[in-house]
């Protein structure tokens, strides 16, 4: 079964760069989130969207954006990068008949951001 | 300040035997508890999950327990295989119905480690 694509899987960035990580949801999925994982730490909400709006917001630091297009792929744009935004970021899809609302999240293998 | 707390960083049993994962959670609003799997190099893989409506869901080897009174859930996983090595992550949610989505809070995870 098709899972979460993101890309790239790998990146690394100088300090004061911009970086853009792309997420393909499964398809028929109506939500996207997007997670960062530092080292050591617990995944941490970004941002969702549902149906190309934006849904809900956590810790997402002014520098990044994020948009859901009319394919329900997601792109997550962070702007003057800092070596603190090195870390693991996930993107999860889900729709309202696998749980939208409950939790039930179906995950990417993450993009890994370096930042130097 | 953390909403989900998972106090064990890491857990050793022996195969055959209990692993007991345990979660606390101190927002009353949480209503979906969740436990998550995560391989390294993977994203999370949804594993389990319990409305707070009820105080015990089991699927196979995997029993969540809730207790709302006390704010704690924990996970057993009977009996434990080596491939069950991982780290488990606790998850929340406020879910809420009327249309867009909620991200999850995630606890900093426990490494289970199944010794043979």
């Known amino acids: 079964a098709a899972g979460v694509i993101q890309s790239p899987r790998h990146l690394i960035k100088e300090k004061r760069e911009t970086a853009t990580l792309k997420c393909y949801p499964i398809p028929r999925h109506d939500t996207v989130y997007w997670y960062q994982q530092g080292p050591g730490q617990d995944p941490q909400f970004l941002i969702s969207f549902y149906e190309k709006m934006q849904s809900d917001k956590g810790s997402i630091p002014d520098r990044f954006s994020a948009q859901q297009f009319s394919d329900y792929h997601s792109e997550l744009n962070m702007s003057s990068l800092e070596l603190g935004d090195s870390a693991l970021y996930f993107c999860?899809?889900?729709?309202?008949?696998?749980?939208?609302?409950?939790?039930?999240?179906?995950f990417g293998e993450g993009s890994r951001l370096t930042v130097l | 300040d953390q909403q989900v707390k998972q106090n064990s960083p890491s857990l050793s049993v022996q195969e055959g035997r209990i692993s007991i994962l345990n979660c606390d959670y101190t927002?009353?609003?949480?209503?979906?508890f969740l436990w998550y799997k995560k391989y390294p190099a993977e994203g999370p893989t949804f594993l389990i999950s319990i409305s707070s409506i009820k105080d015990k869901n089991e699927d196979g080897r995997f029993t969540v327990f809730l207790n709302k009174s006390a704010k704690h859930l924990s996970l057993h996983i009977v009996p434990s295989q080596p491939g069950d090595s991982a780290v488990y992550f606790c998850a929340a949610i406020h879910s809420y119905s009327g249309g867009g989505a909620d991200g999850l809070t995630f606890g900093k995870g426990t490494h289970l480690i199944i010794q043979p």
């Open positions: 999860a899809s889900s729709s309202v008949l696998t749980g939208r609302g409950t939790g039930e999240l179906f």
């Open positions: 927002n009353s609003m949480f209503d979906y």
